[in-house]
Nanobody, 135 residues
Framework: QLQLAETGGGVVQPGGSLRLSCVAS????????IAWFRQAPGKEREGISC????????????YYADAVKGRFTVSRDSAKSTVYLQMNDLKSEDTAVYYC????????????????????????WGQGTQVTVST
């Protein structure tokens, strides 16, 4: 029953940065693991990052796909019910619609961040925000 809304997308030049926000409502964000997905034109939706709940730890576990590791950083702010995706050194290949998604967290954080997040594992989704990296 968690509602999600992404903001922060836009047009940026290669090498630039954007910060996406995923604002949650309708439930306690700390009881959910949150994942970021993206879908480029003509391609399948792919998981790129996820962050576990902070309910059981002050330092949530995180995951990054190889394509974004070292450039993107995911974080969460429980007080604002928001998960962020800081995207640096953006490339044209990063152009896509970016989605955040939630799944209830029942186990330890590492369970949700050891592997690539899969679409079918996440039930609550935002509407997506467009990120375009172009000259």
């Amino acid at each position: 029953q968690l509602q999600l809304a992404e903001t922060g997308g836009g047009v940026v030049q290669p090498g630039g940065s954007l910060r996406l926000s995923c604002v949650a409502s309708g439930g306690a964000l700390d009881y959910y693991a949150i994942a970021w997905f993206r879908q480029a034109p003509g391609k399948e939706r792919e998981g790129i990052s996820c962050i576990s709940s902070s309910e059981h730890s002050s330092v949530p576990n995180t995951y990054y796909a190889d394509a974004v590791k070292g450039r993107f950083t995911v974080s969460r702010d429980s007080a604002k019910s928001t998960v962020y995706l800081q995207m640096n050194d953006l490339k044209s290949e990063d152009t896509a619609v970016y989605y955040c998604a939630a799944r209830p967290q029942y186990y330890s954080g590492s369970y949700y961040t050891r592997n690539l997040p899969l679409r079918h594992e996440y039930k609550d989704w935002g509407q997506g925000t467009q990120v375009t990296v172009s000259t």
